[in-house]
């Protein structure tokens, strides 16, 4: 098993910064794809950003593309999300989750772990 915590989110006024922090846990030498997902009130949740723990391959949301960048910390077990130029249409729970195959993908379905997500709420 594999366990995900994320941590970082809060609130920030438009055009502000937030870094969140995903911390991995149990069997993560199985892991090899991470992932950011976000899910807004009464939509679906939504690919952000994933890297793979490998190499230094890394994809992009277009909405995110630009603002925001995915990076890891092998020796921390600890994958980031930077996220820059915040606007209130980023607000949302973010989840970071993990994938045991090294194939990136950006439906959610196909991640095998989940974190508990945190909340990122962008006023304008």
């Known amino acids: 098993q594999v366990q995900l915590v994320e941590s970082g989110g809060g609130l920030v006024q438009a055009g502000g910064s937030l870094r969140l922090s995903c911390a991995t846990s149990?069997?993560?030498?199985?892991?090899?794809?991470m992932g950011w997902f976000r899910q807004a009130p009464g939509k679906e949740r939504e690919f952000v950003a994933a890297?793979?723990?490998?190499?230094?391959?890394?994809i992009y949301a277009d909405s995110v593309k630009g603002r925001f960048t995915i990076s890891k910390d092998n020796a921390r077990n600890t994958v980031y999300l930077q996220m820059n130029s915040l606007s209130p249409e980023d607000t949302a729970v973010y989840y970071c989750?993990?994938?045991?195959?090294?194939?990136?993908?950006?439906?959610?379905?196909?991640?095998?772990?989940w974190g508990q997500g945190t909340q990122v709420t962008v006023s304008s």
């Open positions: 989750a993990a994938r045991q195959t090294s194939q990136i993908f950006v439906t959610p379905q196909l991640y095998n772990y």
């Open positions: 149990g069997r993560t030498s199985s892991i090899a794809v």
């Open positions: 890297i793979t723990l490998s190499g230094r391959r890394t």
